[in-house]
């Protein structure tokens, strides 16, 4: 932890895209949010107490993570993607005890999870996920009915929900979630009184038909859009600023060079400046050349390489540029240079990454 590094998270910003989301699904819509990997890196020890009053339940990847928000006094639903560990049985006792809404991926998660209800002497609360065309985790929507039944024998394990997970609802291809869609209606039991739901944030925003009961949005939440594609469509607010400081500014003669491979040089007298942020803190090394800091309200190229935990930048044009300046690395506005959006294409990646990586070597603290 860099406590010179700090993310500043606008709790305003965040319940302003809650309200966006929520004008889209309507009163009767419950809003489940993903803060799987801290919050995609926006920090949940600052988050928590502003979502927990916004949201009406929480889903995260891993166990452990549920584990840590029950935690930090949560009573309400939580909702976990992954399983516990096969041969794990502790953190198996610990998520029935716990009450933390289970995935049923697998005739084997089922067992394993009726067996820890079983030690525990309680109900296992359970969704079951269907895979109706990601490939990834689920059960294969025409064994569905199968395992529903199965889940409804199983004498210890309750079913509340059943849901999938969109793999297209960020393109401008329609297709491939209506199939999806299509597949995922075939096998819901009628009237069942389940939570039913599908919808990240791409689905939530341009397709409404899959809304069912609850949605599952993520980085929206946070107030990035899904994909450029997608970019515009929303008045999201990006939730997040990251600062740091000029720890040291220079006079740099024409022809002189810096970084890893001396990959840059000056073309001009100038001046640079040292920013101590680097790869390890998450900065995207290939933003070396490319990416913008601002300081004072100016752009500040980042010349020659990101090292592991400083990098260097060009402030030649900023003569007023000095020892203790902030330096900005990520605005909270979306038309800068240094936005999450504007930085990933730069990256060549998608926003997710870019926060998601930024956020573990980072002092978060909450404004307004
Ligand atoms: C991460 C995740 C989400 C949230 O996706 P966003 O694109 O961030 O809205 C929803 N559902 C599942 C299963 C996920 O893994």
């Not at 606008?10 to 889209?24: C, D, G, K, Q, Y």
């Not at 005890?97 to 394993?112: D, E, K, P």
């Not at 064994?143 to 393109?171: C, R, S, W």
């Not at 840059?264 to 990416?291: C, E, M, Q, T, W």
Request: glycine share 8%; charged share 20%; with cysteine.
């Amino acid at each position: 932890m860099k406590n010179y590094l700090t993310a500043s998270i606008s709790a305003s910003a965040v319940r302003h895209n809650i309200e966006v989301l929520r004008s889209l699904t309507g009163p009767d819509v419950k809003l489940c949010a993903v803060v799987k990997d801290d919050c995609f890196g926006h920090g949940m020890d600052v988050l928590f107490p502003v979502l927990s009053k916004l949201v009406d339940g929480f889903a995260v990847a891993s166990p452990i993570e549920a584990l840590q928000l029950r935690n930090k006094g949560y009573k309400g639903f939580i909702l976990c993607f992954l399983s516990a560990y096969f041969d794990d049985f502790e953190v198996q006792d610990d998520l029935v005890w716990h009450r933390i809404t289970q995935t049923v991926m697998s005739r084997s998660a089922l067992a394993s999870i009726q067996a820890a209800a079983d030690r525990v002497g309680d109900t296992a609360l359970v969704h079951l996920k269907v895979d109706t065309g990601m490939g990834r985790l689920g059960v294969p929507a025409r064994q569905a009915p199968d395992m529903i039944k199965a889940i409804n024998e199983a004498p210890d394990v309750l079913l509340t929900g059943i849901y999938t997970h969109f793999a297209t609802a960020d393109d401008a291809n329609r297709e491939e979630v209506s199939l999806q869609l299509e597949r995922f209606r075939s096998i819901l039991p009628p009237d069942s009184g389940l939570v039913l739901h599908a919808a990240n944030s791409a689905a939530t925003i341009d397709f409404p038909q899959t809304h069912f009961n609850m949605v599952r949005p993520g980085i929206a939440i946070y107030g990035c859009h899904p994909s450029e594609h997608l970019e515009n469509r929303l008045p999201l607010h990006p939730c997040m600023t990251v600062k740091a400081k000029l720890i040291a500014v220079k006079h740099v003669q024409q022809g002189s060079r810096c970084g890893y491979g001396l990959t840059h040089s000056f073309d001009r007298d100038g001046r640079v400046g040292v920013v101590p942020i680097g790869y390890g803190d998450g900065y995207f090394r290939n933003l070396s050349g490319k990416a913008v800091v601002r300081i004072n309200g100016l752009n500040a190229t980042v010349c020659g390489r990101v090292s592991m935990d400083q990098m260097t930048v060009d402030v030649t044009d900023i003569p007023d540029a000095a020892v203790g300046n902030e330096v900005e690395v990520i605005s909270a506005d979306p038309a800068a240079p240094n936005s999450v959006e504007n930085l990933a294409r730069l990256a060549g990646t998608i926003p997710y990454e870019i926060t998601c990586h930024l956020g573990h070597n980072i002092r978060h603290e909450l404004v307004d």
